[in-house]
């Protein structure tokens, strides 16, 4: 599976699969801030309340995501170091400037990963506010927004929604093709389809965060 360039994209595109349906899931919870700080910090707090089980599906995608970006890296330095060689699968996906800068897009990603991760969950940037809310619970809604109203922060979330549409919109389209399933000119249409999909929903998705915060629909008042 890892000694040969068929197999690693296929390493790639099951990675790829999972990290995919970690952002939907994600999205989906990050969304209720449009509901209210109250629904942002009951979410927040019923992950908490998980305890064990959230390092756990952390180090799973932290080896995941390990996976994806070694492989990646991987397969681009062969891609440039050996001449072109036929596909694995018969059906090619045009190419794009998305799937031209795959490789950008997720090491600008991977620094994104890094950054998020020291300001919300490590919590170590001096933008962030900690404090709880009036039923003593950590209060999240208060630490994202405060720190995006800094319009540097606010734009790099928003710079990054449009990275992450990039390497999405070309990356679903291409882990089928990798499994196989777009064998025929109604799959590979169908699944284009849901790659535009996916990639335009997390566009939209989190792109509405921080553009709300910096146009002040989304305020500290609660």
Known sequence: MFSNTVGRKIVMAVTGLFMTLFIVGHLAGNSSIFIGADALNSYAKHLHDLG??????????????????????????????????????????????????????????????????????????????????????????????????????????????????????????SLFQTLGLTQTDCALSSFQGVGRFLSTLFLVGYGLIPIAILADFLTLTK
Request: aromatic share 10%; glycine share 6%.
């Open 52 to 173: 064990p089980l959230v390092w756990v599906v952390r180090l799973v995608m932290l080896g995941i995501l390990t996976l994806h970006v070694f492989f990646g890296i991987n397969i681009a330095i062969e891609n440039a170091a050996a001449s072109p060689q036929k596909y694995a699968v018969a059906k090619k996906l045009k190419a794009t400037f998305a799937s031209e800068t795959m490789i950008w897009t997720g090491l600008l990603i991977l620094v994104f990963l890094l950054i998020h991760l020291a300001q919300y969950t490590l919590r170590v940037t001096p933008d962030i506010v900690q404090g709880t809310d009036a039923q003593g619970r950590f209060d999240v809604y208060t630490m994202v927004v405060s720190s995006m109203k800094h319009a540097l922060i606010g734009l790099f979330y928003l710079g990054t929604v449009v990275v992450v549409f990039l390497h999405t919109s070309h990356g679903v389209q």
